[in-house]
Every structure is written in C-alpha cells, then in structure tokens.
C-alpha cells in the first residue's frame, strides 16, 4: 500500500473514530472502508462489541493490519472508489464504480462463486467493463431476479423428484391441453420480503384457464382454499397457509439458469396482450395475468401506439399481481392500476369463468384480493403513446423538499450557505413539481442531497426514440443491484454499523441515477412514457427490503388548492425521526410519488382529491429491534398529521407493504382499519361482492371458503 494512501486510511480511520465515540458522522458522511476495518481487525484486539471504549487499541490492530493483509481485504477494490466518494468534486462515473465492484470478483472466493454462476454472456460483458473494452452488444432482455430463479429451480427439481414419487392421494388435475397441472407438495414458502413463511400442502403451477377451472373443482372436493402468488412482492400476509393450496401463473422454462434473460410472451401460460377495442385516443387492451410488466413494457416499445397512463417502477410483477392489491404509480392526476380495469375474468368458487365488466361491479371486484377467485386476465383503458420529457435532479435535500416554515431542522442536516431566497425559490420549484405529469421524490439516508424525478409528457413521441433505460445502463443497473446484494449478505458488511450501511448503499444509489444539481443542469432525456416509469432495472436483485408504505390524502386549503405543507412535513418528519433514531434502522430509503384519488372501495386513496404516497425502507437484515421501533415512530408522525382546522387526516397503508404489527393513534392498525380508516368500505366491499357471487351461481361464504385466508378473515368477516 503506498504511504499516501495509508496516510489518508489513517486520518480517514480516526475521524471514524472519534464519531464513534461522539455518536456525530463525519461531515461528508462516515467512510464504509475503515468500519470495515474495524470489524475485520476488533477481533484480534479481543474488543469487538466495545469499540467505543477501546477506540485506540482497534486504531493500532487496524494500522497493522492494512500494512499487514491489505491485499487480502474483502473491500480492498473499494478503497480507492471509497476515499474518492468523501469528495464533491471526486470525478467518478456510474461506469467507474460497477467496475469498482466487479473488482471485488477477483480477490475474493465468495464473491467469484457467485459470479460463475451467472449467464456466460453476463460474464463476458463485466469482463470488458474490468479491462477497459468496449463490452458486447446488450440489446438483449436482461436477466430476471435472483432469487425468482432460485425458487424457480426448486421446484422445476421438486417436480421432477415429484413425478417419480407419486402419492396415493395425490391430485391428476388436467390442463387445457390434456397433460397434468405440475404441483410439488409441501415446500415451503417465503414472500419476496423474507417476512411471510407458510409450508403450503400443495403448490401448483397453473397454465390454463380450464386447468384453473379443474384445481377449483378439485380444491372444492378437498375443501382446500386457493391462494394465488406471482412475484411475491407483497408484504402483506396476503398468500396461502401451511396445510392449503398456493397457486402461480408463472412459467418455469427459464428455471435452469439463475438468473436468466427475461422471456417473452409464452402463449403456452396465462401470457398475452391484445388490443380488443381501439377508441382513437385511448383503446381497451386485453392483458393475461401472468403477464409482467416488462413484457408489457416491450410490446409497447415495439408498438410505440399505446401505453398505461402510470405504473409501478418495478418490471418484474405480474398483472394479476399489481391489480389484486390496488397498487399505483405517481401523478398527482392519476389513480391506481384498479381503477383502469374495465372487464375482470375470473374463476370463481365453482370452477366456473366469469367475466365482469359493469362498472358498478367492477369498484369493488377490480381490486378485491383474489377474493373473488382466480384472476385469469383483465382488460385496461390504455392511453394513446406519449414521451416523456425527464430532467432528473439531485439539489440539496432542504432544497428537493423544502422544510416546511419554522420546522425544527435535524441537526444532521447540512444547511450551510442556503439562504432564505433559495429556500423560496424551491418552494415554487416543489409546489410546479408536485403538478406535474409524475411526481416522485427520493432520500437515501444521510446523504447530503435528495433525488427529485418529476417530469411531464409530450403528446407526440419521436418514432426514433432509443430505449430507456439504454442498454448499457440498463446492464450497469442490473448487474450493481446484483453485486450490491452479495455485498449485503456478505458477513463483513454486515459488521458495519447501521448507519454506515445506510450511507454506504446510499451513496451509491444515488451515484447510478442520472441527474445534475437542479433540472435546468442537464439536457431533456426524452424516452417513451412506458419506459419512463420504469427508470430503475435490477430492483428486485437488491431483495431482500422491508417497505412500510402509508398514503396521506392531502387537504385542501381554504381557497381550494392542495395544501403541500402537509406533504413537507410528512417528509421532514420521517428525516428527523431517521437521524434521532439509533443503530441507523433507515438504510435504503425514504421515497414520495403523489397521486390522485380513486373510485375502487378499498383503494388508500379512495375519496382523496390527492394523495402523498410515501414509505421508508431498509434491507431485511436490518434487526427487528431496531427497525420496529423505528418505523412504528415514522407512523406516529405521520398518523397525526392535520389539515387546516386541526381534523386528523385519514391515512391508510398500501395493502401490498409492510403494515401488520403497527399501531394508529394507539389502537391496534387492523382494528383501526376495521373501525376507523374503511369502516363505511368494508361493508360496501362485502355488499358488492356478495351480490356479485349471488348472481353468478355461488355465495360470499363460498367465496370465503375457497379463496380466504387468516388475514382477509380477520379484516373483511370477522
């Protein structure tokens, strides 16, 4: 190690130290490199788990170390990208720190191991990105999720060790085709989150719609209950219990290789996209259930004629995934992907396709939980093609959001050489943003500066228009999620304290995403609005996260226009309860889109002339002890918040988050929803249901019986 580099190690090291023992980060933010140190070397100075007290014996063991085994260190690749990160002016490109982190690849046997697992073509490009060549040609689908694949190869061998063994009793339930549903019995479940877990007695993989009618049939015989999953995005306990049946539309013809390329429509599945009705400026389209979102995305690049007005950012979730619980995307003039359903097929309790198309239904059936029964696809009003006009920026975080008036600043945050002018000039900035076509706004914690992505649209998209992401950057996002989650699991990560992963994962995050110091700083990024809501690939890589998402209707004020200071201090709150809060629970992000009302039941944003959409996240890995406490405060905030005449505002969870286990204004938050937040929706959402169920041949106890679980019990019946 040269002695500048040391030298710097050293200074760097005992300004880490003495925040240690202050509890007060470093200005620019605490170094992940000599924390790492600290945990690799606190071991031989037989002190770990007091570094505070023994701050001088660790600096000594750590120097030694780094002259000793610097060449051995699992973050050595880093130590350069890490040291340069503590400068503004520090020169680094996106390009630059992906290679930073495929340079952890060549010195450390777990991070290689995972490596040669990939696609060789994967391998090759990171190759090239390593040696300075220009890397192959990406114009490919990217590689689907880990750990989708990884689920996916267990049950492929579980059929195949299935079909070898076959039960007695076991189900021959036929496909539209003829041939048996593949099924795999008691293999257990987890969610995405990692916070949902059940060992469900039969789990099928369901391709047809008479295959869907037969298992109902079978299911009814067996007095089984039916719960459907596609990505496990949800948080919610919204699946299937041990001992019943959990159901999944998705293929598993990519199962062999994790990850691989993202496939195209398989007319074999529940997979298709069809125009059934052209309006002119808007048309009816027709969407199978096992459809994701980046098979959408890409018939509407290919197609360049029609579009959803909003969607969510992630591409790997099924349509019947995102409907079921009434998600979203921003806008403060849009609603939720419920809302443009104008036609729902289903399998209900007797095994019997149904299809619902009267709007008086549909308010209630469009986003029902798979209640109703099996969603086999649904038809969306789509809009005629737009572009989108991006200007992504990274201000000063009390510039992004602006403080609202004389609200008490965090002493973590850095105010210097703001003044009150510019504070007036953002609040203008804030208040245009919040209006336009899409509004979203992102804190990664500790950092100086916020992420604002808030653009509107051009009705009159170029034919010529590249895709965006574009390829390269698509690649560089993908596979940084990918190796970011290695470095998550990897031990000596998670050695560092809490704030200093935050930090850490902050910064770099904010490095990959595009945008200057203010909109005006960087030329117009003009993509297709389909591609635009989807900005970020390789989410779900970075896996496993918990989400606490809550929506906050936003008042009016007395002359009639949307008062945002509550949005504002829905955001500042949740900052200054972040850097109050110990162990550093906040270590994703703090993320805001706006959005609209809307007319499903039970949507969170039901009779909302607007709506402040906002949740915290975190890796999973973070303790319970640490982020419960958290987030339970970040609700309290949140949960008080008034409008102009003192009035609480009703506030209500996403039903896909994370929400369980909380409590609202002191009551328990499934009694709150019951008696508080739907206690007029929750009757009407059973009235509808029912008549629905009654007019086509069964009954809402049925329905119950068939496709209920714990948790819809306890809040829709019991």
């Known amino acids: 190690m040269s002695n500048d580099l040391r030298n710097r190690l050293e200074q760097q090291l005992e300004r880490n130290l003495q925040s240690l023992t202050s509890n007060v980060a470093p200005p620019n933010g605490p170094h992940p490199l000599t924390f790492g140190l600290i945990a690799r070397a606190a071991p031989k100075a037989n002190v770990f788990g007091s570094v505070v007290d023994a701050a001088g014996v660790i600096k000594d063991h750590i120097i030694q170390w780094i002259d000793d085994h610097s060449e051995l260190s699992p973050l050595a690749p880093l130590q350069d990208l890490l040291l340069r990160s503590q400068r503004d002016d520090h020169g680094l490109t996106r390009k630059d720190v992906v290679v930073s982190l495929l340079g952890l690849l060549q010195t450390n046997n777990y991070f290689m191991k995972h490596w040669l697992s990939l696609p060789k073509e994967i391998q090759e490009f990171g190759e090239a990105l390593l040696q300075g060549r220009d890397p192959p040609d990406l114009n490919q689908p990217l590689p689907r999720t880990v750990e989708f694949h990884e689920a996916q190869r267990v049950l492929a061998h579980r059929f195949s060790m299935q079909s070898k063994i076959i039960q007695e009793d076991d189900p021959v339930i036929p496909e539209g085709d003829g041939t048996p549903m593949q099924f795999v019995t008691n293999l257990p479940f987890s969610n995405w989150g990692g916070n949902v877990k059940n060992t469900p007695r039969y789990t099928f993989v369901a391709r047809t719609v008479v295959g869907i009618q037969n298992l109902v049939k079978w299911a009814k015989g067996k007095d089984y209950k039916l719960r459907c999953a596609g990505y496990t995005h949800s948080w919610s306990d919204s699946y299937s219990e041990t001992g019943q049946v959990l ?101 209900d309790s007797n095994g019997v396709p149904q299809t ?46 602006p403080p609202p008036i004389d609200y008490p600043i965090p002493a973590g945050v850095d105010m210097s050489g703001i003044t009150p002018d510019d504070l007036k000039q953002a609040q203008a900035e804030f208040e245009a943003n919040c209006q336009k076509d899409y509004s979203e706004w992102f804190w990664f914690p500790y950092n100086r500066r916020g992420w604002v992505n808030c653009w509107n649209e051009s009705p009159d998209p170029p034919m010529s228009v590249q895709t965006f992401p574009a390829p390269l950057d698509a690649f560089i996002q993908w596979i940084g999620g990918y190796l970011l989650r290695l470095l998550v699991d990897y031990t000596p990560f998670k050695f560092l304290p809490g704030k200093t992963q ?18 005006s700083s960087i030329a117009p990024i003009i993509a297709l609005k389909s591609d635009a809501f989807h900005f970020q690939r390789g989410v779900q890589n970075f896996a496993p996260v918990n989400d606490m998402e809550w929506e906050i209707p936003i008042p009016e004020k007395a002359d009639g226009t949307l008062d945002f200071s509550v949005v504002q201090r829905a955001w500042w709150d949740a900052i200054s309860v972040t850097y109050s809060a110990s162990g550093g629970p906040l270590r994703l992000a703090l993320e805001m889109r706006l959005i609209g009302g809307s007319n499903v039941v039970l949507s969170a944003q039901r009779r909302n002339k607007a709506t402040c959409s906002i949740e915290v996240l975190t890796i999973a890995n973070t303790p319970f002890d640490i982020w419960q406490p958290y987030a339970q405060e970040v609700l309290d905030r949140w949960s008080s918040l008034v409008d102009s005449d003192g009035t609480l505002l009703p506030i209500r969870p996403h039903w896909a988050k994370m929400w369980q286990g909380y409590r609202v204004r002191g009551v328990a938050v499934e009694r709150y929803l019951k008696q508080v937040a739907y206690k007029n929706d929750i009757p009407e959402f059973k009235q509808v249901l029912g008549g629905i169920a009654t007019r086509t041949g069964c009954s809402l106890d049925d329905c119950r019986a068939r496709f209920g679980n714990p948790l819809y019990e306890q809040l829709f019946f019991s």
């Open 356 to 401: 619902l198309t009267d709007p008086a239904e549909l308010k209630a059936a469009s986003g029902c939980f798979g209640l109703l029964g099996i969603v086999t696809a649904v038809t969306l009003r789509v809009d005629k093609m737009s572009a989108a006009i991006l200007q992504p920026s990274k201000p000063r975080i009390a510039l992004a959001v």
């Open 247 to 347: 159901v999944t539309l998705l293929p598993l013809n990519e199962a062999s290789t994790v990850p691989s390329p993202e496939p195209p429509i398989n007319s074999k599945y529940l997979q298709s996209i069809d125009v059934v009705k052209d309006l002119g400026d808007h048309a009816h389209v027709r969407v199978g259930a096992g459809t994701t979102n980046n098979q959408f995305r890409t018939w509407a690049f290919e197609q360049k004629k029609w579009t959803l007005p909003f969607n969510i950012v992630m591409v790997e979730i099924t349509f019947g995934g995102s409907n079921a619980p009434i998600c979203h995307g921003a806008g403060i003039r849009n609603t939720t992907l419920s809302d443009l359903v104008v036609s729902l097929e289903y399998v």
């Open 502 to 519: 935050g930090w850490f994962l902050g910064w770099l995050a904010m490095f990959q995403l595009q945008g200057g110091d203010s909109a």
